[in-house]
Nanobody, 127 residues
Framework: QVQLAESGGGLVRAGGSLRLSCAAS????????MGWFRQAPGKEREFVAA????????YYADSVKGRFTISRGNAKNTVYLQMNKLIPEDTAVYYC????????????????????WGKGTLVTVSS
């Protein structure tokens, strides 16, 4: 059983930056594809970014491409989401998720089928 704990959310002005972290425990971190998803008020949860198990190939939603960067530190069992040039539309609860078998390139389609989820961290971007 894998436990995921997000941190780093908060209130930031438009144009600012935040770095989210997701610490994993209870499993072999390097064997999981990792992803970030978000859910804005009144909307469904959506894919943000994914990173593969070892080669660290990355994938992004079009809405964040060029502004967000996902990375992982397998030695620290942590995945990160660096968010730059934030806009009010980025306001959401951000969730970290892990999957044992689905390739990172397919996590955008996996959605709620991910094996493990964190509890989320709130990001609020003011205009």
């Amino acid at each position: 059983q894998v436990q995921l704990a997000e941190s780093g959310g908060g209130l930031v002005r438009a144009g600012g930056s935040l770095r989210l972290s997701c610490a994993a425990s209870g499993g072999t971190f390097s064997t999981y594809a990792m992803g970030w998803f978000r859910q804005a008020p009144g909307k469904e949860r959506e894919f943000v970014a994914a990173i593969s198990r070892r080669l660290s190939s990355t994938y992004y939603a079009d809405s964040v491409k060029g502004r967000f960067t996902i990375s992982r530190g397998n030695a620290k069992n942590t995945v990160y989401l660096q968010m730059n040039k934030l806009i009010p539309e980025d306001t959401a609860v951000y969730y970290c998720a892990a999957d044992r078998t689905v390739p990172a390139s397919k996590l955008a389609d996996e959605g709620n089928g991910m094996d493990y989820w964190g509890k989320g961290t709130l990001v609020t971007v003011s205009s």
